[in-house]
């Protein structure tokens, strides 16, 4: 069984910056494709990025495109979310989420229903 634990959100103003992170552990992190998705009131989850377990393939949601970055470190268990140029609409609730995948497989993903692993999410709300 995977856990994750997302850390790093807060309150900044439109145009600044976070860093979120995702510590993984009870697994084999080289092995799982990693995403943040994010979920505001009265929306269903978004996909905002995904990056696959090697590190070698990334994606983004049009919607962050230039401003996010994923990252990961398999020789610590982590995977980051560089969040800069906020907007209000980021406000959200962020989520790691965790796939497991067979050896050799390089792909991102980015649907919900692929995921099998989940954190509890942490608030990141960017005021006008």
């Known amino acids: 069984q995977v856990q994750l634990v997302e850390s790093g959100g807060g309150l900044v103003q439109a145009g600044g910056s976070l860093r979120l992170s995702c510590a993984a552990s009870g697994g084999t992190f080289s092995r799982l494709a990693m995403g943040w998705f994010r979920q505001a009131p009265g929306k269903e989850r978004e996909f905002v990025g995904g990056?696959?377990?090697?590190?070698?393939?990334?994606f983004y949601a049009d919607s962050v495109k230039g401003r996010f970055t994923i990252s990961r470190d398999n020789a610590k268990n982590t995977v980051l979310l560089q969040m800069n140029s906020l907007k209000p609409e980021d406000t959200a609730v962020y989520y790691c989420?965790?796939?497991?995948?067979?050896?050799?497989?390089?792909?991102?993903?980015?649907?919900?229903?692929?995921?099998?692993?989940w954190g509890q999410g942490t608030q990141v709300t960017a005021s006008s």
């Open positions: 990056i696959s377990a090697s590190g070698g393939k990334w």
């Open positions: 989420a965790a796939k497991r995948t067979y050896w050799g497989d390089t792909y991102y993903y980015t649907e919900v229903r692929e995921y099998d692993y």
